[in-house]
């Protein structure tokens, strides 16, 4: 990789379900059940983290960020290590406290310029960005170009979520506990976005989760309609529902050769829950 930049993005890009054979560093999470603590992904993987989430409903995941010492430690190393340079890709700052953090950790170091970007997202878009930084710093392209190419994905993508409880978003502060509440009384299945600003935001209120996946695609076909456009699925251990998200999409889009698919890692399945699945496309036109 050109040595003139160095890239980092955190473990809520699911970047580690990706092949490839760019040198990105990843600010892992940790994750908690019980007493137990795990580095996201190289100490617990989606399986086994969602299985045990459905073998034991009392069981209430918490997470924490990478710690502050550390972030400075991998800008550290890469100064070492020659670069120049450093782009920081992380979740939302409106979803966790990761990007400022990682702000906070730059201003500990000198010897390097630290750029810290915000994806507003998380999963599926945050990784696009981190690959498609990947790519144009092999090509040798400067920083400025590579942050406004990473805006226009920014701008450019859209995800909706449905999801089996909202027990998880609630407990762990992504949701209001009124909205809590509600959900769980009148049994409600939300359909959830994330606005432009990194929130996460109600859609609509939906009764049951079939009707919740089945109004995902119709938002997916409304907004999609003559764009030429990349679909992704990102679920939480439901690969029922995401085969049939997946169909229906190819059936009423049979310009759309391939629909993404990759798991939820399990530092965000900690704040959607099992079976969470999310659709959402990236305008390519």
Known sequence: MNKDIGLVTCSNSCIDYFVHDYDIRVFRSTLYLDDEEYLDYTEIK????????ENNPELFP???????GKMIETYENLKKEGYKKILVVTISKEMSGIYNAAQLAAANVEGVEVHVFDSKSVSYPEAKMVLRAAE???EGKGLDEILNELAHIRTNNKTYFAVKTLDYLVKNGRLSSTSGFIGKHLKIKPLLTIDKYGEIKTVEKIRTFKKALDKVVFKFLEETEGREVEAYIMHANNYESRDYIEQKILKARPDIKEVISLPL??????HSGPKAIGLGYYIKD
């Open 46 to 53: 989606t399986d086994e983290f969602y299985e045990r989430l």
């Open 62 to 68: 918490r997470s924490s960020y990478y710690p502050l």
């Open 136 to 138: 144009m710093i092999e």
């Open 265 to 270: 890692t399990p530092v965000i399945g900690a």
